[in-house]
Every structure is written in C-alpha cells, then in structure tokens.
C-alpha cells in the first residue's frame, strides 16, 4: 500500500498528540503517588504505557524507568518507592524499590574510567577552542 505525505503527517500529528497527552497522564500519575493514591497512580500509568502502544511512541528513559514493571504505580522516592545506590569496583548500581509491591528495580552504570576522562577533557578542549586550565 502506498503512504502518501499526508498520511505521514497525519500519523506524526497523533503521535505528537498521544505524547502530549501520555506526559500530562504521567504529570498526574506522579501527583497521586506523591499522595499516597497508589490504585490512581496505577490507572493513569496503565494508560500511559497503554497509550504509547497503541500509536508506538516510545517513551523517554526518566518515565519508563518510573513505572514499576510488576505492579504499574509511579515510583516517587519517600512516596512510593526506595532509591539506594551502591558502588562496587568500577559498577555503580542502583536499586528503586517498589514500596507498593516489593519489587527491585536495578540499574547498573559503568563508572567513567581514567580514558574516558580524558576523552571528556579533549572534547571539552575542542569546543571551547582553548585548553582547559587546572
Ligand atoms: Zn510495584
């Protein structure tokens, strides 16, 4: 079948619209966890992966990594969830607990190492079109 323009932009404009509507969902998902609401939070989170799916927009990190995979409630730390971090070697681990369902999220980072370090350093150089003084 053939996707003319119009067809394109009509399908960006509901994209576009899904996701203006999907962060206010969210907004508001996080405000009834920050309230102690947990079953709201759930509802309006269900509905913002939901609504993602259905027009496939893919949703930015800091709200996919918000949503508990188990039990769907946004996880604010002190309302609704427990952030720890822990750092072993060169790994910096996070963990958000679920305080709804016990569930644990882990995240793991890479520290920066001395290379990478200097990498930054010589970016920084090349932007600023100066060496950097320290
Ligand atoms: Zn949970």
Request: net charge positive.
């Amino acid at each position: 079948m053939n996707v003319g323009i119009n067809m394109l932009n009509k399908i960006k404009y509901v994209r576009d619209l899904a996701r203006q509507r999907a962060m206010l969902l969210f907004k508001l998902a996080a405000e009834a966890a920050e309230r102690g609401e947990v079953e709201w939070s759930r509802r309006y989170a269900w509905l913002v992966l939901r609504l993602s799916q259905a027009v496939r927009y893919r949703l930015p990190k800091n709200v996919k990594r918000r949503i508990c995979k188990m039990c769907r409630v946004v996880l604010v730390p002190g309302a609704t969830a427990r952030v720890r971090i822990r750092s072993r070697g060169r790994h910096v681990r996070i963990t958000v607990t679920c305080l709804a369902c016990g569930y644990i999220h882990r995240i793991e980072f890479k520290k920066p190492g001395r290379s990478c370090e200097k990498k930054l350093d010589k970016r920084i150089e090349e932007e600023e079109g100066r060496p950097k003084q320290s």
